[in-house]
């Protein structure tokens, strides 16, 4: 019997959470993959590596080395939210 391992290629997204290159996704996006590539708006393409897996809450914390501080997403803080108050325009 002979066995080949075919590149699978899937797409997400998520975000950059710190300027040294550490992105937030879904698990699912990344969970079993042999190699991941992020691809930042710039169209500069990065290998990352996988940090941590979250199945349960489906989140993946990457990394990427890009020799140069990056814009980041802060994450905003749920506890400070108040029922019924408008957030937005």
């Known amino acids: 019997m002979v066995l080949w391992r075919l590149p699978a290629e899937g797409a997400g997204s998520g975000f950059i959470i710190k300027q040294s290159g550490e992105i937030l996704t879904n698990s699912h996006v990344v969970k079993g993959a042999h190699e991941v ?11 990352a590596h996988v940090l941590g897996l979250d199945t ?22 749920s506890d400070a939210l108040v029922w019924g108050r408008k957030y937005w325009p």
Do not use: Q, W
Request: hydrophobic share 35%; aromatic share 4%; proline share 3%.
């Open 56 to 77: 349960r809450s489906d989140l993946a914390l990457l990394k990427i080395d890009a020799d140069r501080k990056l814009p980041t997403l802060s994450l905003g803080n």
């Open 37 to 47: 590539t992020v691809t930042l708006t710039d169209k500069k393409v990065y290998r």
